[in-house]
Protein backbone atom coordinates (compact mmCIF):
# COMPACT_ATOMS: atom_id res chain seq x y z
CA UNK A 1 0.00 0.00 0.00
CA UNK A 2 1.24 3.92 -0.41
CA UNK A 3 0.50 6.24 0.99
CA UNK A 4 -0.36 9.34 -1.34
CA UNK A 5 -1.49 12.86 -0.63
CA UNK A 6 -3.27 15.01 -2.24
CA UNK A 7 -3.88 18.91 -1.44
CA UNK A 8 -6.93 20.59 -2.54
CA UNK A 9 -7.95 24.18 -2.58
CA UNK A 10 -11.52 25.03 -3.29
CA UNK A 11 -11.54 28.42 -3.24
CA UNK A 12 -8.88 28.32 -5.65
CA UNK A 13 -11.31 28.48 -8.76
CA UNK A 14 -8.88 27.34 -12.10
CA UNK A 15 -11.60 27.65 -15.02
CA UNK A 16 -15.41 26.80 -15.50
CA UNK A 17 -16.06 22.93 -16.41
CA UNK A 18 -18.27 23.37 -19.46
CA UNK A 19 -20.32 20.66 -19.42
CA UNK A 20 -19.50 20.00 -23.19
CA UNK A 21 -16.09 18.78 -21.67
CA UNK A 22 -18.13 15.58 -20.98
CA UNK A 23 -19.44 15.14 -24.51
CA UNK A 24 -19.64 12.57 -27.22
CA UNK A 25 -19.62 11.59 -31.01
CA UNK A 26 -21.82 9.34 -33.39
CA UNK A 27 -20.10 8.50 -36.96
CA UNK A 28 -21.90 7.00 -39.78
CA UNK A 29 -19.22 4.20 -39.32
CA UNK A 30 -20.19 0.56 -38.71
CA UNK A 31 -22.45 -0.31 -36.43
CA UNK A 32 -22.81 2.92 -34.23
CA UNK A 33 -25.98 4.70 -36.60
CA UNK A 34 -27.43 1.80 -38.04
CA UNK A 35 -28.22 -1.25 -36.27
CA UNK A 36 -26.89 0.84 -33.12
CA UNK A 37 -28.65 4.26 -31.99
CA UNK A 38 -31.23 4.29 -35.07
CA UNK A 39 -33.17 1.16 -35.87
CA UNK A 40 -35.56 2.46 -37.86
CA UNK A 41 -39.49 2.89 -36.82
CA UNK A 42 -40.18 -0.68 -37.97
CA UNK A 43 -38.05 -2.92 -35.54
CA UNK A 44 -39.17 -4.78 -32.63
CA UNK A 45 -36.72 -3.21 -30.41
CA UNK A 46 -38.56 -0.42 -28.40
CA UNK A 47 -37.92 2.99 -30.24
CA UNK A 48 -39.33 6.13 -30.62
CA UNK A 49 -39.57 7.13 -34.14
CA UNK A 50 -36.43 4.29 -34.75
CA UNK A 51 -34.77 5.56 -31.80
CA UNK A 52 -33.41 2.69 -29.74
CA UNK A 53 -35.37 4.09 -26.75
CA UNK A 54 -32.57 2.01 -24.42
CA UNK A 55 -29.79 3.90 -26.21
CA UNK A 56 -31.31 7.49 -25.20
CA UNK A 57 -32.00 6.98 -21.94
CA UNK A 58 -28.66 5.63 -20.95
CA UNK A 59 -27.68 9.23 -22.72
CA UNK A 60 -30.27 10.96 -20.86
CA UNK A 61 -28.85 9.45 -17.61
CA UNK A 62 -25.14 10.83 -17.53
CA UNK A 63 -26.42 14.32 -19.06
CA UNK A 64 -24.61 13.70 -22.31
CA UNK A 65 -24.52 17.18 -23.36
CA UNK A 66 -23.48 17.08 -26.94
CA UNK A 67 -23.29 15.01 -29.86
CA UNK A 68 -21.05 15.26 -33.00
CA UNK A 69 -22.29 14.18 -36.11
CA UNK A 70 -21.95 13.27 -38.93
CA UNK A 71 -18.21 12.23 -38.87
CA UNK A 72 -15.63 12.45 -38.59
CA UNK A 73 -13.93 11.11 -42.01
CA UNK A 74 -17.54 10.31 -43.12
CA UNK A 75 -18.65 14.25 -42.69
CA UNK A 76 -16.03 15.56 -45.41
CA UNK A 77 -18.09 12.83 -47.68
CA UNK A 78 -21.35 13.88 -46.49
CA UNK A 79 -24.02 15.36 -48.75
CA UNK A 80 -26.70 16.72 -46.46
CA UNK A 81 -29.63 16.87 -49.46
CA UNK A 82 -29.27 13.42 -49.59
CA UNK A 83 -30.59 12.90 -46.45
CA UNK A 84 -33.76 14.63 -46.48
CA UNK A 85 -37.31 14.07 -47.64
CA UNK A 86 -38.95 10.63 -48.50
CA UNK A 87 -36.93 7.56 -47.05
CA UNK A 88 -37.63 5.32 -50.30
CA UNK A 89 -36.32 8.42 -52.04
CA UNK A 90 -33.15 8.91 -50.53
CA UNK A 91 -30.21 8.68 -52.51
CA UNK A 92 -27.53 5.90 -51.64
CA UNK A 93 -24.05 6.00 -51.60
CA UNK A 94 -20.90 4.45 -50.70
CA UNK A 95 -19.16 4.80 -47.21
CA UNK A 96 -15.67 5.00 -48.74
CA UNK A 97 -13.62 5.44 -45.51
CA UNK A 98 -15.81 2.54 -43.37
CA UNK A 99 -15.99 -0.36 -45.09
CA UNK A 100 -17.57 0.50 -48.52
CA UNK A 101 -20.97 -0.32 -47.27
CA UNK A 102 -24.31 1.45 -48.98
CA UNK A 103 -25.36 3.91 -46.72
CA UNK A 104 -28.86 4.66 -47.58
CA UNK A 105 -29.10 7.94 -46.00
CA UNK A 106 -32.21 6.87 -44.27
CA UNK A 107 -30.86 8.33 -40.92
CA UNK A 108 -30.26 12.48 -42.19
CA UNK A 109 -30.61 16.08 -40.78
CA UNK A 110 -33.70 15.80 -39.37
CA UNK A 111 -33.38 12.08 -37.68
CA UNK A 112 -30.30 13.58 -35.83
CA UNK A 113 -32.02 16.73 -34.50
CA UNK A 114 -35.10 14.59 -33.23
CA UNK A 115 -32.05 12.67 -31.67
CA UNK A 116 -30.66 14.92 -29.67
CA UNK A 117 -34.21 16.50 -28.87
CA UNK A 118 -34.44 13.20 -27.42
CA UNK A 119 -31.30 13.08 -25.67
CA UNK A 120 -31.53 16.67 -24.25
CA UNK A 121 -27.86 17.37 -25.63
CA UNK A 122 -26.71 20.03 -28.11
CA UNK A 123 -26.34 19.15 -31.42
CA UNK A 124 -22.66 19.97 -33.22
CA UNK A 125 -22.64 19.24 -37.02
CA UNK A 126 -18.87 18.77 -38.73
CA UNK A 127 -19.52 20.08 -42.14
CA UNK A 128 -18.01 18.83 -45.58
CA UNK A 129 -15.73 20.81 -46.75
CA UNK A 130 -13.54 18.27 -48.20
CA UNK A 131 -15.97 17.28 -51.45
CA UNK A 132 -18.75 19.75 -50.69
CA UNK A 133 -19.13 23.13 -51.30
CA UNK A 134 -19.87 26.69 -49.12
CA UNK A 135 -22.90 26.81 -50.62
CA UNK A 136 -23.57 23.53 -49.44
CA UNK A 137 -22.88 24.45 -46.30
CA UNK A 138 -24.46 27.80 -46.51
CA UNK A 139 -27.39 26.32 -47.41
CA UNK A 140 -27.67 23.33 -44.30
CA UNK A 141 -27.43 26.45 -42.13
CA UNK A 142 -30.44 28.11 -43.68
CA UNK A 143 -32.65 24.68 -43.67
CA UNK A 144 -31.80 24.22 -40.23
CA UNK A 145 -31.99 27.58 -38.62
CA UNK A 146 -34.09 29.78 -40.97
CA UNK A 147 -37.53 30.97 -39.29
CA UNK A 148 -38.92 32.83 -42.19
CA UNK A 149 -39.33 32.28 -45.58
CA UNK A 150 -36.89 31.53 -47.44
CA UNK A 151 -35.52 28.03 -50.52
CA UNK A 152 -34.45 26.27 -47.34
CA UNK A 153 -36.83 26.93 -44.26
CA UNK A 154 -39.59 25.72 -46.80
CA UNK A 155 -38.16 22.89 -47.79
CA UNK A 156 -37.06 21.84 -44.17
CA UNK A 157 -41.03 22.71 -43.57
CA UNK A 158 -41.73 20.77 -47.03
CA UNK A 159 -40.22 17.87 -45.51
CA UNK A 160 -42.25 18.28 -41.86
CA UNK A 161 -40.51 20.28 -39.80
CA UNK A 162 -42.00 24.17 -39.76
CA UNK A 163 -39.94 25.27 -36.87
CA UNK A 164 -36.49 25.90 -37.31
CA UNK A 165 -34.13 24.25 -34.86
CA UNK A 166 -31.10 25.71 -32.99
CA UNK A 167 -27.57 24.78 -34.12
CA UNK A 168 -24.63 26.54 -31.88
CA UNK A 169 -21.34 24.06 -32.51
CA UNK A 170 -20.42 23.96 -36.18
CA UNK A 171 -16.93 22.16 -37.68
CA UNK A 172 -15.88 23.54 -40.77
CA UNK A 173 -14.58 20.54 -41.87
CA UNK A 174 -12.92 17.17 -40.35
CA UNK A 175 -9.19 16.04 -40.28
CA UNK A 176 -8.78 18.61 -43.29
CA UNK A 177 -5.03 17.39 -42.95
CA UNK A 178 -6.00 13.68 -43.39
CA UNK A 179 -9.16 12.41 -44.72
CA UNK A 180 -10.13 15.69 -45.06
CA UNK A 181 -8.66 16.38 -48.05
CA UNK A 182 -5.09 16.20 -47.23
CA UNK A 183 -4.37 20.02 -46.78
CA UNK A 184 -2.04 22.12 -45.50
CA UNK A 185 -2.48 24.40 -43.43
CA UNK A 186 -2.26 27.61 -45.05
CA UNK A 187 -4.49 26.00 -47.57
CA UNK A 188 -6.91 24.87 -45.03
CA UNK A 189 -7.22 28.55 -43.47
CA UNK A 190 -7.96 30.38 -46.41
CA UNK A 191 -10.73 28.01 -47.01
CA UNK A 192 -12.08 28.13 -43.17
CA UNK A 193 -12.24 31.84 -43.98
CA UNK A 194 -14.00 31.37 -47.15
CA UNK A 195 -16.62 28.65 -45.28
CA UNK A 196 -17.36 30.77 -42.42
CA UNK A 197 -17.86 33.53 -44.16
CA UNK A 198 -21.10 32.38 -45.56
CA UNK A 199 -22.34 30.11 -42.55
CA UNK A 200 -24.97 32.97 -40.91
CA UNK A 201 -26.23 33.97 -38.16
CA UNK A 202 -30.19 33.51 -38.88
CA UNK A 203 -33.18 33.79 -36.58
CA UNK A 204 -31.46 34.71 -33.33
CA UNK A 205 -29.16 31.71 -34.16
CA UNK A 206 -25.59 31.84 -32.88
CA UNK A 207 -22.92 29.56 -34.48
CA UNK A 208 -20.28 28.47 -32.45
CA UNK A 209 -17.55 28.18 -35.06
CA UNK A 210 -14.51 25.48 -34.80
CA UNK A 211 -11.87 25.27 -37.34
CA UNK A 212 -10.53 21.82 -38.09
CA UNK A 213 -6.73 22.23 -35.39
CA UNK A 214 -4.16 19.57 -35.18
CA UNK A 215 -3.36 15.65 -35.41
CA UNK A 216 -1.49 14.96 -31.97
CA UNK A 217 1.82 16.76 -31.57
CA UNK A 218 1.21 18.62 -34.60
CA UNK A 219 2.56 21.59 -33.28
CA UNK A 220 2.80 23.55 -36.78
CA UNK A 221 -0.85 23.00 -37.72
CA UNK A 222 -1.56 25.20 -34.46
CA UNK A 223 0.14 27.66 -34.91
CA UNK A 224 -0.30 28.55 -38.62
CA UNK A 225 -4.12 28.12 -37.76
CA UNK A 226 -4.11 30.59 -35.03
CA UNK A 227 -2.04 33.20 -36.80
CA UNK A 228 -4.51 32.96 -39.98
CA UNK A 229 -7.67 32.49 -38.88
CA UNK A 230 -7.64 34.49 -35.27
CA UNK A 231 -10.05 34.77 -32.52
CA UNK A 232 -12.13 36.94 -34.47
CA UNK A 233 -12.91 34.10 -37.06
CA UNK A 234 -13.59 30.99 -34.60
CA UNK A 235 -14.50 29.99 -31.16
CA UNK A 236 -12.60 26.97 -31.43
CA UNK A 237 -9.99 24.99 -32.96
CA UNK A 238 -10.49 20.85 -32.44
CA UNK A 239 -7.36 18.37 -31.49
CA UNK A 240 -7.62 14.95 -32.09
CA UNK A 241 -5.62 12.25 -30.31
CA UNK A 242 -6.44 8.00 -29.83
CA UNK A 243 -4.69 6.07 -27.62
CA UNK A 244 -3.04 3.41 -29.45
CA UNK A 245 -1.72 1.38 -26.64
CA UNK A 246 1.24 -0.20 -28.83
CA UNK A 247 2.12 3.25 -30.47
CA UNK A 248 1.80 1.18 -33.48
CA UNK A 249 -1.20 1.92 -36.00
CA UNK A 250 -0.57 -1.62 -37.61
CA UNK A 251 -0.83 -3.76 -34.79
CA UNK A 252 -2.69 -1.67 -32.12
CA UNK A 253 -2.90 -4.55 -29.68
CA UNK A 254 -6.43 -5.99 -28.19
CA UNK A 255 -9.46 -4.56 -26.54
CA UNK A 256 -9.50 -7.24 -23.54
CA UNK A 257 -6.44 -9.88 -24.03
CA UNK A 258 -3.13 -7.49 -23.15
CA UNK A 259 -0.21 -8.15 -20.53
CA UNK A 260 0.68 -5.62 -17.73
CA UNK A 261 3.00 -3.94 -19.92
CA UNK A 262 0.82 -2.91 -22.67
CA UNK A 263 -1.58 -1.87 -20.31
CA UNK A 264 0.94 0.71 -18.64
CA UNK A 265 2.16 1.16 -22.10
CA UNK A 266 -1.84 2.25 -22.50
CA UNK A 267 -1.61 4.60 -19.36
CA UNK A 268 1.38 6.19 -20.41
CA UNK A 269 -0.20 7.19 -23.83
CA UNK A 270 -3.23 8.48 -22.92
CA UNK A 271 -1.69 10.77 -19.95
CA UNK A 272 0.39 12.38 -22.79
CA UNK A 273 -2.74 13.66 -23.55
CA UNK A 274 -1.63 16.11 -21.08
CA UNK A 275 1.42 17.68 -22.86
CA UNK A 276 -0.41 18.10 -25.76
CA UNK A 277 -3.00 20.27 -24.35
CA UNK A 278 -0.23 21.96 -22.38
CA UNK A 279 1.58 22.74 -25.54
CA UNK A 280 -1.25 23.38 -27.99
CA UNK A 281 -2.19 25.70 -25.64
CA UNK A 282 1.07 27.75 -24.81
CA UNK A 283 0.99 28.33 -28.72
CA UNK A 284 -2.63 29.62 -28.92
CA UNK A 285 -1.52 31.94 -25.98
CA UNK A 286 0.80 33.93 -28.43
CA UNK A 287 -2.51 34.71 -30.43
CA UNK A 288 -5.16 34.54 -27.91
CA UNK A 289 -3.65 35.18 -23.86
CA UNK A 290 -7.75 36.07 -23.47
CA UNK A 291 -7.95 32.60 -23.70
CA UNK A 292 -11.47 33.44 -26.08
CA UNK A 293 -10.69 30.46 -28.51
CA UNK A 294 -10.77 27.35 -26.94
CA UNK A 295 -9.10 24.23 -27.71
CA UNK A 296 -11.82 21.61 -28.60
CA UNK A 297 -10.97 18.10 -28.25
CA UNK A 298 -13.48 16.66 -30.77
CA UNK A 299 -11.81 12.92 -30.90
CA UNK A 300 -10.60 11.10 -27.96
CA UNK A 301 -10.29 7.47 -26.79
CA UNK A 302 -8.72 4.23 -27.09
CA UNK A 303 -8.31 2.14 -30.64
CA UNK A 304 -7.04 -1.12 -30.34
CA UNK A 305 -7.48 -3.87 -33.27
CA UNK A 306 -11.30 -5.10 -34.04
CA UNK A 307 -12.21 -7.95 -32.27
CA UNK A 308 -11.43 -11.22 -33.82
CA UNK A 309 -14.11 -11.50 -36.65
CA UNK A 310 -15.79 -8.63 -37.13
CA UNK A 311 -15.58 -6.11 -40.61
CA UNK A 312 -11.70 -4.30 -39.80
CA UNK A 313 -13.72 -1.11 -41.45
CA UNK A 314 -16.28 -1.31 -38.43
CA UNK A 315 -14.00 -0.24 -36.05
CA UNK A 316 -16.09 -2.33 -33.08
CA UNK A 317 -13.94 -3.47 -29.60
CA UNK A 318 -14.99 -4.36 -26.38
CA UNK A 319 -14.12 -2.27 -23.48
CA UNK A 320 -12.38 -3.28 -19.97
CA UNK A 321 -11.82 -1.96 -16.56
CA UNK A 322 -8.52 -0.22 -18.16
CA UNK A 323 -11.07 2.02 -20.42
CA UNK A 324 -12.76 3.07 -17.56
CA UNK A 325 -9.18 4.07 -15.88
CA UNK A 326 -8.20 5.57 -19.14
CA UNK A 327 -11.46 7.75 -19.77
CA UNK A 328 -11.17 8.84 -15.81
CA UNK A 329 -7.62 10.12 -16.29
CA UNK A 330 -8.75 11.91 -19.71
CA UNK A 331 -11.45 13.50 -17.75
CA UNK A 332 -9.42 14.66 -14.89
CA UNK A 333 -7.11 16.10 -17.29
CA UNK A 334 -9.44 17.87 -19.26
CA UNK A 335 -11.11 19.35 -15.89
CA UNK A 336 -8.09 20.29 -15.03
CA UNK A 337 -7.56 22.60 -18.03
CA UNK A 338 -10.77 23.93 -18.29
CA UNK A 339 -9.34 27.16 -18.60
CA UNK A 340 -9.03 25.95 -22.41
CA UNK A 341 -10.71 23.17 -23.22
CA UNK A 342 -14.55 23.96 -23.69
CA UNK A 343 -15.74 21.05 -25.26
CA UNK A 344 -14.29 17.10 -25.35
CA UNK A 345 -15.83 14.10 -27.20
CA UNK A 346 -15.38 10.93 -26.71
CA UNK A 347 -15.17 8.36 -30.01
CA UNK A 348 -17.78 7.15 -30.54
CA UNK A 349 -20.53 6.47 -28.42
CA UNK A 350 -21.83 3.36 -29.85
CA UNK A 351 -20.02 0.38 -31.08
CA UNK A 352 -17.63 2.06 -32.28
CA UNK A 353 -13.80 2.66 -30.71
CA UNK A 354 -14.21 3.06 -27.02
CA UNK A 355 -17.72 3.43 -26.66
CA UNK A 356 -20.37 3.87 -24.08
CA UNK A 357 -22.89 1.21 -25.11
CA UNK A 358 -22.44 -2.14 -27.12
CA UNK A 359 -25.15 -3.62 -28.81
CA UNK A 360 -26.50 -6.70 -29.97
CA UNK A 361 -29.66 -7.25 -31.62
CA UNK A 362 -32.27 -6.20 -29.05
CA UNK A 363 -29.91 -6.91 -25.94
CA UNK A 364 -27.34 -3.62 -25.15
CA UNK A 365 -24.92 -3.14 -22.34
CA UNK A 366 -23.42 -0.54 -20.62
CA UNK A 367 -19.15 -0.07 -20.69
CA UNK A 368 -17.22 0.40 -18.10
CA UNK A 369 -16.37 3.95 -19.62
CA UNK A 370 -20.01 4.33 -19.68
CA UNK A 371 -20.08 4.26 -15.81
CA UNK A 372 -17.45 6.35 -15.14
CA UNK A 373 -19.09 9.27 -16.95
CA UNK A 374 -22.03 8.62 -14.75
CA UNK A 375 -19.55 9.00 -12.08
CA UNK A 376 -17.97 12.27 -13.68
CA UNK A 377 -21.34 13.95 -14.65
CA UNK A 378 -21.39 16.15 -12.19
CA UNK A 379 -18.37 18.11 -12.82
CA UNK A 380 -20.44 19.46 -15.62
CA UNK A 381 -20.87 23.36 -15.33
CA UNK A 382 -19.00 23.51 -11.96
CA UNK A 383 -15.50 24.90 -11.27
CA UNK A 384 -12.05 23.38 -11.57
CA UNK A 385 -10.38 24.14 -8.11
CA UNK A 386 -6.68 23.51 -7.55
CA UNK A 387 -6.21 19.98 -6.41
CA UNK A 388 -2.14 18.59 -6.58
CA UNK A 389 -1.17 14.96 -6.14
CA UNK A 390 2.05 14.24 -4.08
CA UNK A 391 2.18 10.79 -6.59
CA UNK A 392 4.06 7.86 -6.61
CA UNK A 393 4.79 5.86 -8.91
CA UNK A 394 2.31 2.56 -10.54
CA UNK A 395 3.76 -0.53 -10.66
CA UNK A 396 7.60 -1.03 -10.25
CA UNK A 397 9.73 1.36 -12.70
CA UNK A 398 7.17 2.45 -14.79
CA UNK A 399 7.47 5.89 -14.40
CA UNK A 400 3.72 6.35 -14.11
CA UNK A 401 2.16 8.24 -12.20
CA UNK A 402 -0.13 5.82 -9.59
CA UNK A 403 -3.12 8.57 -8.90
CA UNK A 404 -4.93 10.70 -11.17
CA UNK A 405 -7.26 12.97 -9.88
CA UNK A 406 -9.45 16.09 -10.43
CA UNK A 407 -11.83 18.30 -8.04
CA UNK A 408 -14.35 20.89 -8.86
CA UNK A 409 -16.80 22.88 -6.62
CA UNK A 410 -21.13 23.60 -7.17
CA UNK A 411 -23.30 24.34 -4.95
CA UNK A 412 -21.26 24.33 -1.92
CA UNK A 413 -20.15 20.51 -2.92
CA UNK A 414 -16.67 19.04 -3.44
CA UNK A 415 -16.82 16.32 -6.00
CA UNK A 416 -13.39 14.77 -6.37
CA UNK A 417 -12.81 12.18 -9.40
CA UNK A 418 -9.99 9.94 -9.07
CA UNK A 419 -8.26 6.71 -11.03
CA UNK A 420 -5.56 4.57 -9.50
CA UNK A 421 -3.72 3.38 -12.16
CA UNK A 422 -2.16 0.61 -10.40
CA UNK A 423 -2.75 -2.85 -10.89
CA UNK A 424 -1.70 -4.71 -7.96
CA UNK A 425 -0.94 -1.94 -5.33
CA UNK A 426 -3.63 0.30 -3.14
CA UNK A 427 -3.25 3.68 -2.52
CA UNK A 428 -4.20 5.13 0.79
CA UNK A 429 -5.38 8.50 0.01
CA UNK A 430 -5.38 11.66 1.97
CA UNK A 431 -7.07 14.47 1.11
CA UNK A 432 -5.74 17.93 2.74
CA UNK A 433 -8.85 20.36 1.81
CA UNK A 434 -7.86 24.03 2.53
CA UNK A 435 -10.70 26.53 1.87
CA UNK A 436 -13.64 24.19 2.31
CA UNK A 437 -15.19 23.01 5.78
CA UNK A 438 -15.88 19.21 5.29
CA UNK A 439 -18.74 17.67 7.46
CA UNK A 440 -20.14 14.30 5.34
CA UNK A 441 -18.18 12.31 2.20
CA UNK A 442 -20.41 10.03 0.40
CA UNK A 443 -18.74 7.98 -2.55
CA UNK A 444 -18.63 6.00 -5.55
CA UNK A 445 -16.67 3.61 -6.70
CA UNK A 446 -15.92 1.07 -9.87
CA UNK A 447 -13.17 -1.42 -9.94
CA UNK A 448 -12.27 -5.00 -10.65
CA UNK A 449 -9.74 -6.97 -12.55
CA UNK A 450 -8.37 -5.14 -15.48
CA UNK A 451 -9.82 -7.34 -17.94
CA UNK A 452 -13.50 -7.54 -16.20
CA UNK A 453 -15.62 -6.36 -18.88
CA UNK A 454 -19.52 -6.40 -19.28
CA UNK A 455 -20.97 -8.81 -22.10
CA UNK A 456 -24.15 -9.95 -23.29
CA UNK A 457 -23.96 -12.87 -21.67
CA UNK A 458 -23.08 -11.22 -18.07
CA UNK A 459 -23.81 -7.56 -18.51
CA UNK A 460 -23.27 -6.39 -14.75
CA UNK A 461 -20.05 -7.96 -14.40
CA UNK A 462 -18.29 -3.93 -13.79
CA UNK A 463 -20.56 -1.91 -11.86
CA UNK A 464 -20.72 1.03 -9.86
CA UNK A 465 -20.93 0.68 -5.78
CA UNK A 466 -20.97 2.52 -2.52
CA UNK A 467 -17.41 3.37 -2.05
CA UNK A 468 -16.81 4.65 1.87
CA UNK A 469 -14.21 7.18 2.95
CA UNK A 470 -13.82 9.40 6.29
CA UNK A 471 -14.11 12.74 6.95
CA UNK A 472 -12.64 15.29 9.43
CA UNK A 473 -12.88 19.46 9.33
CA UNK A 474 -9.87 20.08 6.58
CA UNK A 475 -9.24 16.33 5.38
CA UNK A 476 -10.62 13.49 3.56
CA UNK A 477 -9.06 9.59 3.88
CA UNK A 478 -9.98 7.19 1.83
CA UNK A 479 -7.96 3.68 0.95
CA UNK A 480 -8.58 3.03 -3.14
CA UNK A 481 -7.81 -0.45 -4.16
CA UNK A 482 -5.52 -1.25 -7.73
CA UNK A 483 -7.33 -0.41 -10.83
CA UNK A 484 -10.10 1.57 -9.71
CA UNK A 485 -12.21 4.83 -10.19
CA UNK A 486 -13.56 6.53 -7.30
CA UNK A 487 -15.84 9.80 -7.12
CA UNK A 488 -16.20 11.46 -3.70
CA UNK A 489 -18.99 13.75 -3.12
CA UNK A 490 -18.15 16.25 0.26
CA UNK A 491 -20.21 18.69 2.21
O1 LIG B 1 -13.31 8.00 -35.04
C1 LIG B 1 -12.86 7.33 -36.19
C2 LIG B 1 -12.13 8.25 -37.15
O2 LIG B 1 -10.96 8.71 -36.55
C3 LIG B 1 -12.83 9.52 -37.55
O3 LIG B 1 -13.72 9.31 -38.60
C4 LIG B 1 -11.72 10.40 -37.98
O4 LIG B 1 -12.00 11.76 -37.81
C5 LIG B 1 -10.55 9.93 -37.15
O5 LIG B 1 -9.43 9.71 -37.91
Redesign the pocket.
Known amino acids: MKNIKVYINAADKRGHINKEIYGH ?1 A ?1 H ?1 GRCIYDGIYVGENSDIPNVRGIRSDIAEAFRKIKMPVLRWP ?4 ADEYHWKDGIGEKSSRKKMINT ?2 GHVTEDNSFGTHEYFDLCEQIGCEPYLAGNVGSGSVAELAEWIEYITFDDVSPMADLRRKNGREKAWRLKYLGIG ?2 NW ?3 GNMRPEYYADEYRRYQSFCKNFSGNELYKIACGPNADDYNWTDVIMKNIGKWHTKGISL ?1 Y ?1 TVPTGDWSKKGSARSFDSEEYYSTISKTLYIDELITRHSHIMDRYDYEKEVALIVD ?1 WGC ?1 YDVEEGTNPGF ?1 YQQNTMRDAVVAACNLNIFNRHADRVKMANL ?2 AVN ?2 QSLVLTEGEKMVLTPTYHVFDMYKEHQESDAVYCFVDNAEAGDKTKIPMISCSASVKDGKLLVTIANCSLDEEAEVSFALNGFNASAVSGNILTGDVHDLNDFDDPHKVMIKNFVATVSEDSVKAVIPACAVVSLWIE
Do not use: K, M, S
Open positions: FELGGCFNWNEGCGHYEWLAQVL
